[in-house]
């Protein structure tokens, strides 16, 4: 059985900064694409940053320059740090990887980690 576990979300002021983390566990053989999602309210979930295993990145568009995504593949997690965090950016962050077990090759979803940014 395979988990993802994240951490690091809170409640900050605009303009301040967090890092999310989120470590997979389990029978893991190996992990393709690990990315960051996050839903607000009253709207869809949508892709924040994403990483392959090699390191490649991709960003959304309204956090390039200010989030960093990252990842340690001896650990098997995935870092998130926001910066210049903004109110817009208040919503629920999930963390989701592709991940190669033994017989087949699934897409796991963390549990979610709220981020607040008040004004």
């Known amino acids: 059985q395979v988990q993802l576990v994240e951490s690091g979300g809170g409640l900050v002021q605009a303009g301040g900064s967090l890092r999310l983390s989120c470590a997979a566990s389990?029978?893991?053989?190996?992990?393709?694409?690990m990315g960051w999602y996050r839903q607000a309210p009253g709207k869809q979930r949508e892709l924040v940053a994403a990483?392959?295993?090699?390191?490649?990145?991709n960003y959304a568009d309204s956090v390039k320059g200010r989030f960093t995504i990252s990842r340690d593949n001896a650990k098997n997690t995935v870092y998130l740090q926001m910066n210049s965090l903004k109110p817009e950016d208040t919503a629920v962050y999930y963390c989701?990887?592709?991940?190669?077990?033994?017989?087949?090759?699934?897409?796991?979803w963390g549990q979610g980690t709220q981020v607040t940014v008040s004004s």
């Open positions: 989701k990887a592709n991940i190669v077990e033994i017989l087949r090759r699934y897409d796991y």
């Open positions: 389990g029978s893991i053989f190996s992990i393709n694409m």
């Open positions: 990483i392959t295993s090699g390191g490649a990145t």
